[in-house]
C-alpha cells in the first residue's frame, strides 16, 4: 500500500489531483503529463494505474490517500506486468512511436475489459509519436469509450502536436529541490548489493549530470554515462583549444550514442544560454570553459546551438550517422572561440 507522493513528493499535485477526479468520479478519458526526463513520470503513471485497476483501493495511513491495496488479483497481474487490460506502447527502434502501434491502441481501447472493470493504456512517449501515428491517435481521442483512460507522457520541451494536447487533460511534475533529489536517490541505492553501489562523489556528480531528475541520476550513477561523459567532455576541451583534430573528438562523443550526445550539447548549448543572460551553468564541470565563451559571444550563438541539436535529433529519426553529428555540432561550437586559437 505504498503511496507514490511519499516515496517522490514532487509528484504530490499531479497524485493529488488524479486523486481528487477519481474520488469524484470525473477523471477525464486522455490524461497528458509532462515533466523532465527521468523525473518519475512513468512511476506517477503506473500508481494511477494501479489506482485505477485495484478491486478494492485501500487507504494509506501515512498520506490518508487512496492506493492500490497491492494484494488483490489486479494488483497481482500489475506487480508480474501482465495484466491484460494495461497496455504501454513507447518508441521502438526507429525512436518513433508507429501507426500500427496506434492502430493497436485504437483496438484495444475499443475492446471489452478481459478481468478489470476498465482499461488503461499509457503511451511513453507522447512526444515521439510521429504524424501519422498522431493522426490515428485523433479517433481514440474524439470518440472516448466509457471503460477507457488514455495516459500519455510528454518530455518536457520536446512538442506534441496541439491537436493532441488539446484533448487532453494536461498536468506537469516538477523536478524536485535537490535535496529531495539526493534523498530518493540515496534510498534506491541503499536497495542495490553492496558491492554495486555509487560512491557518494558519483552520486553527487550524476545529480548534477541529471538536473536533479533523480531516475535519470540513478541511471547515470549505476551506468556508463559519466565516464564516457567525461572522456567526451576532455575531448571536447582539447579540440576548442586547437589540440585535437574534430575526427578524434566526434569519436569520444560517438561512444555516447546518438541519444546521450545530442543530450550532452544541448545541455552545454543551454548552460551558454543561461550564463549568456548572466545566470549559472548546470554543468558545474563545464561552466568555466562556457563561461569563457559566453563572455565573448552574444547570446544569439546560443540559441543557434540549441537549434542545431533540434535538428539533429529530428533527423535522428532516419538514422543519422552520430560522429557525422558530434562532427557538425563540434565545430559549430568552435566556431565560437576566438579566431586566433581555431587551428585548422
Ligand atoms: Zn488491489
Given at each position: 500500500m505504498?503511496?507514490?507522493?511519499?516515496?517522490?513528493?514532487?509528484?504530490?499535485?499531479?497524485?493529488?489531483?488524479?486523486?481528487?477526479?477519481?474520488?469524484?468520479?470525473?477523471?477525464?478519458?486522455?490524461?497528458?503529463?509532462?515533466?523532465?526526463?527521468?523525473?518519475?513520470?512513468?512511476?506517477?503513471?503506473?500508481?494511477?494505474?494501479?489506482?485505477?485497476?485495484?478491486?478494492s483501493p485501500a487507504v494509506?495511513?501515512?498520506?490518508?490517500?487512496?492506493v492500490?491495496c497491492?494484494?488483490?488479483?489486479?494488483?497481482?497481474?500489475?506487480?508480474?506486468?501482465?495484466?491484460?487490460?494495461?497496455?504501454?506502447?513507447?518508441?521502438?527502434?526507429?525512436?518513433?512511436?508507429?501507426?500500427?502501434?496506434?492502430?493497436?491502441?485504437?483496438?484495444?481501447?475499443?475492446?471489452?475489459?478481459?478481468?478489470?472493470?476498465?482499461?488503461?493504456?499509457?503511451?511513453?512517449?507522447?512526444?515521439?509519436?510521429?504524424?501519422?501515428?498522431?493522426?490515428?491517435?485523433?479517433?481514440?481521442?474524439?470518440?472516448?469509450?466509457?471503460?477507457?483512460?488514455?495516459?500519455?507522457?510528454?518530455?518536457?520541451?520536446?512538442?506534441?502536436?496541439?491537436?493532441?494536447?488539446?484533448?487532453?487533460?494536461?498536468?506537469?511534475?516538477?523536478?524536485?529541490?535537490?535535496?529531495?533529489?539526493?534523498?530518493?536517490?540515496?534510498?534506491?541505492?541503499?536497495?542495490?548489493?553492496?558491492?554495486?553501489?555509487?560512491?557518494?562523489?558519483?552520486?553527487?556528480?550524476?545529480?548534477?549530470?541529471?538536473?536533479?531528475?533523480?531516475?535519470?541520476?540513478?541511471?547515470?550513477?549505476?551506468?556508463?554515462?559519466?565516464?564516457?561523459?567525461?572522456?567526451?567532455?576532455?575531448?571536447?576541451?582539447?579540440?576548442?583549444?586547437?589540440?585535437?583534430?574534430?575526427?578524434?573528438?566526434?569519436?569520444?562523443?560517438?561512444?555516447?550514442?546518438?541519444?546521450?550526445?545530442?543530450?550532452?550539447?544541448?545541455?552545454?548549448?543551454?548552460?551558454?544560454?543561461?550564463?549568456?543572460?548572466?545566470?549559472?551553468?548546470?554543468?558545474?564541470?563545464?561552466?568555466?570553459?562556457?563561461?569563457?565563451?559566453?563572455?565573448?559571444?552574444?547570446?544569439?550563438?546560443?540559441?543557434?546551438?540549441?537549434?542545431?541539436?533540434?535538428?539533429?535529433?529530428?533527423?535522428?529519426?532516419?538514422?543519422?550517422?552520430?560522429?557525422?553529428?558530434?562532427?557538425?555540432?563540434?565545430?559549430?561550437?568552435?566556431?565560437?572561440?576566438?579566431?586566433?586559437?581555431?587551428?585548422?
Amino acid at each position: 500500500m505504498t503511496d507514490i507522493a511519499l516515496e517522490m513528493p514532487w509528484l504530490q499535485n499531479a497524485w493529488q489531483d488524479v486523486q481528487k477526479r477519481f474520488a469524484e468520479d470525473r477523471l477525464p478519458h486522455a490524461l497528458l503529463l509532462t515533466g523532465e526526463c527521468g523525473v518519475g513520470k512513468r512511476a506517477w503513471a503506473d500508481a494511477v494505474v494501479g489506482l485505477l485497476l485495484c478491486a478494492s483501493p485501500a487507504v494509506n495511513t501515512v498520506s490518508g490517500k487512496s492506493v492500490a491495496c497491492g494484494e488483490c488479483r489486479q494488483c497481482q497481474l500489475l506487480a508480474a506486468s501482465s495484466h491484460p487490460d494495461v497496455r504501454v506502447y513507447s518508441p521502438e527502434k526507429s525512436r518513433m512511436i508507429k501507426i500500427d502501434q496506434i492502430r493497436s491502441l485504437s483496438a484495444f481501447a475499443v475492446s471489452s475489459p478481459q478481468v478489470s472493470a476498465r482499461k488503461v493504456a499509457i503511451i511513453d512517449r507522447a512526444d515521439q509519436l510521429n504524424i501519422n501515428s498522431a493522426n490515428a491517435l485523433l479517433k481514440t481521442l474524439e470518440e472516448p469509450v466509457a471503460d477507457f483512460v488514455l495516459l500519455l507522457l510528454q518530455e518536457s520541451g520536446r512538442p506534441v502536436l496541439p491537436t493532441i494536447r488539446s484533448r487532453c487533460q494536461v498536468l506537469s511534475i516538477p523536478l524536485p529541490s535537490g535535496d529531495q533529489a539526493g534523498q530518493w536517490l540515496a534510498s534506491k541505492v541503499a536497495e542495490l548489493e553492496d558491492d554495486k553501489q555509487p560512491t557518494a562523489e558519483l552520486m553527487a556528480k550524476s545529480l548534477m549530470l541529471a538536473g536533479n531528475a533523480p531516475r535519470l541520476a540513478f541511471q547515470y550513477a549505476t551506468g556508463e554515462f559519466p565516464g564516457l561523459r567525461d572522456e567526451a567532455f576532455d575531448k571536447f576541451r582539447q579540440f576548442m583549444k586547437g589540440q585535437i583534430t574534430v575526427s578524434e573528438a566526434a569519436k569520444a562523443f560517438k561512444a555516447l550514442g546518438l541519444e546521450d550526445m545530442l543530450w550532452l550539447f544541448e545541455g552545454w548549448a543551454a548552460d551558454l544560454a543561461r550564463l549568456c543572460a548572466g545566470g549559472k551553468a548546470n554543468d558545474h564541470e563545464a561552466e568555466e570553459m562556457i563561461g569563457f565563451l559566453a563572455g565573448i559571444n552574444p547570446a544569439w550563438r546560443a540559441h543557434e546551438l540549441l537549434d542545431l541539436v533540434r535538428e539533429a535529433r529530428a533527423a535522428g529519426v532516419y538514422n543519422v550517422n552520430p560522429e557525422l553529428e558530434a562532427s557538425r555540432l563540434l565545430i559549430a561550437w568552435r566556431g565560437l572561440m576566438p579566431s586566433r586559437r581555431r587551428a585548422s
